[in-house]
């Protein structure tokens, strides 16, 4: 089993989920072993499968969360990995984690309390954050851009913060309505052969009061 990326899928029933358009099996984007991983996550395996047709990805608008052409879940770690098919992407495994400060990116910032209000005409900006007391007052723009602020990091990731594209796109729980929390982002051309749109990046959302509502959504610039 282990956490990986690509490769073959671990099936508990033997049968990989297949693509709600083609009918084809989705090949595996990720597997993480949750008991092993940084956080607490519970346990199991989650998966990600991602169909691998480009027409099915424009028909079925493959970048929006809850597309019919891909497929988040986890389970249990019984079964066996599939040998039906060749796989669509070589196996990347996941041998250890490196911890990293992650900070919100500035599209983040406004929901968290941090406060932007720019002056133009003085090419000044004032920041303030009230609940934790801070109120900067007037500063030159070209001085501190807020994107300096904070940013969350690009690349692969497990948890912190998501890195935006066109900006912040949270997930949607179908159950409770809550936004969902991010749990794992996979940047274009990193450790999978795989051109979210233009350079884009992908980005996997788990319910918190429905932990088995998961599902991915990704943008490009």
């Not at 041998?95 to 599209?107: G, N, R, T």
Request: hydrophobic share 40%; glycine share 8%; aromatic share 8%.
């Amino acid at each position: 089993m282990g956490s990986r990326f690509g490769g073959r899928a671990w099936l508990p029933d033997g049968c990989p989920p297949r693509c709600a358009a083609c009918d084809a099996p989705m090949p595996l984007l990720l597997q993480l072993d949750l008991g092993e991983a940084p956080g607490d996550l519970g346990r199991g395996l989650l998966q990600a499968f991602y169909c691998a047709d480009p027409d099915c990805e424009q028909k079925c608008d493959g970048w929006v969360p809850f597309s019919r052409i891909h497929r988040v879940r986890i389970v249990a770690g019984t079964g066996a990995l599939d040998e039906t098919r060749n796989t669509d992407y070589p196996a990347r495994s996941i041998v250890s984690w490196a911890a990293l400060d992650d900070m919100p990116s500035a599209e983040d910032h406004e929901v968290l309390g941090l406060e932007a209000t720019y002056d133009f005409k003085a090419n000044t900006v004032s920041i303030r954050c009230p609940s934790v007391g801070l109120n900067a007052g007037a500063i030159p723009i070209d001085d501190l851009p807020v994107e300096e602020i904070a940013d969350a990091a690009s690349g692969d990731k497990l948890l912190g913060w998501p890195h935006w594209v066109q900006g912040p796109e949270y997930a949607q729980c179908p159950r409770c309505r809550n936004l969902m929390r991010y749990l794992f982002q996979i940047e274009s051309r990193k450790n999978l052969p795989i051109m979210w749109g233009d350079l884009g990046v992908a980005h996997i959302f788990q319910c918190v009061s429905h932990p088995d509502v998961l599902t991915m959504a990704w943008a490009c610039s």
